[in-house]
């Protein structure tokens, strides 16, 4: 039972190139979020989805596409990558309608360059 | 628009310590209350959480009471180890559509406890 799995754990582009973020859970959630975290910023919300089939812009969502692949699966798309998306992304299931509590990925490290 | 404030770092005390971390929020409603830690190269893990006023949520050692009054959730321990170096961050749930909820998060207290 991994819980939320992340891939790829780390990853260097340069500016312009593009590259998806892949999230997986095992845990049967419905909700799955996608965060960044910045020094001194905390996380915040990019996209998340509510339930397979629907999602939805969060806080920062500029520059970014996801995919509700199916219930397990979350993807997040970046386009054509900037400097600024340069961050360490997480990925966080929870379960629509119950409990608050998010349980979280181990990141992905992406530099931007 | 809803918001956590939280105590900033670094945080450095000797072990066998007394913690506190304060934190405090801003928010429409009654949301709940979170703790989530962070080891280094780790994704966040839930320490702890309340969901009204006067709950107390504890964990590990670790506790925090839900203040509406006061509009705080401090974080507190009273016997740190060396183990419990980290970052802490606090955080409040809102519900977002479809039943979603996003976590607002402070911006983070980076803790060491020196042997």
């Known amino acids: 039972n991994a819980g939320v799995t992340q891939t790829p754990k780390f990853q260097v582009l340069k500016t312009g190139q593009s590259m998806t973020l892949q999230c997986a859970q095992d845990?049967?959630?419905?909700?799955m979020y996608w965060y960044r975290q910045d020094p001194g910023m905390g996380l915040r919300l990019i996209y998340y989805?509510?339930?397979?089939?629907?999602?939805d812009k969060g806080e920062v969502p500029n520059g970014y596409n996801v995919s509700r692949l199916n219930k397990r699966e979350f993807s997040l798309r970046l386009e054509s990558a900037a400097p600024s998306q340069t961050s360490v992304y997480f990925c966080?299931?929870?379960?629509?309608?119950?409990?608050?509590?998010?349980?979280f990925g181990p990141g992905t490290r992406l530099t931007v360059l | 628009g809803d918001s956590v404030t939280q105590m900033e770092g670094p945080v450095t005390l000797s072990e066998e310590a007394f913690l506190t971390i304060n934190c405090t929020y801003t928010a429409t409603g009654y949301p709940s209350l979170f703790w989530y830690v962070q080891y280094p190269g780790e994704g966040l893990q839930l320490l702890l959480k309340?969901?009204?006023?006067?709950d107390k949520g504890s964990n590990k050692g670790f506790e925090a009471t839900y203040r509406k009054e006061t509009t705080s959730f401090h974080l507190e321990k009273g016997s740190v180890q060396v183990s419990d170096s980290a970052v802490y961050f606090c955080?409040?749930?809102?519900?977002?559509?479809?039943?979603?909820?996003?976590?607002?998060f402070g911006s983070g207290t980076q803790l060491t406890v020196l042997p």
């Open positions: 989805s509510a339930s397979e089939g629907t999602t």
């Open positions: 955080a409040l749930s809102l519900l977002l559509s479809g039943s979603a909820r996003q976590l607002t």
């Open positions: 845990m049967n959630h419905n909700s």
């Open positions: 309340a969901t009204k006023a006067d």
């Open positions: 966080a299931i929870g379960r629509r309608g119950g409990t608050d509590t998010q349980y």
